[in-house]
């Protein structure tokens, strides 16, 4: 069964703006990933926080994670057209050598 | 970073024929693999976890002997689809988990049974 499960919305911003997405989850978790997916292609990893962090940058990226919430969310800061695209979280958790991904969020950004 | 392999990257077969889907790891080897599956617009279903040399894992509701999985090296591992129907058609997506447990997926395959 998924675990990671994000708010099932389409995200669509004018370039330069922030674009956040959430995700939530149902167990307890070794840590949480971020991953973009362009149309039709595999997927390229953003960003891993471990449920001990409770923030980590990446470039652009900023990502939170709320373990007694059980959520996380990715900010995207400015936005470019080349973000376009969907976005997952999965979570690996303890002792579950698997990846459950949510449902995704598709972000379009209109140059 | 490490590169993960799939071939084909589309495929249309007919309906009853088998189709086997290769998933390598270029630079790295990989003692688990996963094997997902992933429908228009939605998110990636795993389907399998395939260990090197033993029976892969499968999923609740993933029909073993559907799909196939064999991973007979520490750098390849491959997919059968046998007797696809086209309610098989789908996105099947590998990826490959390295020696400090970082997984790296694959470009994907795009299955098209008619």
């Known amino acids: 069964s998924q675990q990671g499960e994000e708010d099932p919305q389409a995200l669509s911003i004018q370039e330069g703006e922030n674009a956040t997405m959430n995700c939530s989850y149902k167990?307890?978790?070794?840590?949480l990933q971020w991953y973009r997916q362009n149309s039709g292609r595999g997927l390229v990893h953003l960003i891993l926080?471990?449920?001990?962090?409770r923030e980590k940058h990446s470039g652009r990226l900023r990502v939170t994670l709320d373990t007694s919430k059980k959520s996380s969310s990715l900010l995207i800061t400015a936005s470019r057209a080349a973000d376009t695209a969907s976005y997952f979280c999965a979570t690996d958790s303890y002792g579950n050598n698997r990846l459950a991904f949510g449902k995704g969020n598709q972000v379009v950004v209109i140059p | 970073g490490a590169v993960v392999s799939q071939h084909p990257s589309r495929v249309i077969c007919k309906s009853g024929t088998s189709v086997k889907i290769e998933c390598r790891s270029l630079d790295f080897q990989a003692t688990t693999m996963f094997w997902y599956r992933q429908f228009p617009k939605k998110s990636l279903m795993l389907m399998a976890t395939?260990?090197?040399?033993?029976?892969?894992?499968?999923e609740q509701g993933v029909e073993k002997d559907k799909f196939l999985i064999n991973h007979a090296s520490l750098t390849l591992s491959t997919l059968t689809v046998t007797s696809a129907h086209p309610e098989d058609s789908s996105f099947y997506i590998c990826s490959a988990r390295d020696g400090r447990g970082r997984q790296y997926f694959g470009p994907g395959t795009r299955l098209t049974v008619t």
């Open positions: 395939s260990n090197e040399g033993s029976k892969a894992t499968y």
């Open positions: 926080i471990r449920s001990n962090e």
């Open positions: 167990t307890s978790i070794n840590n």
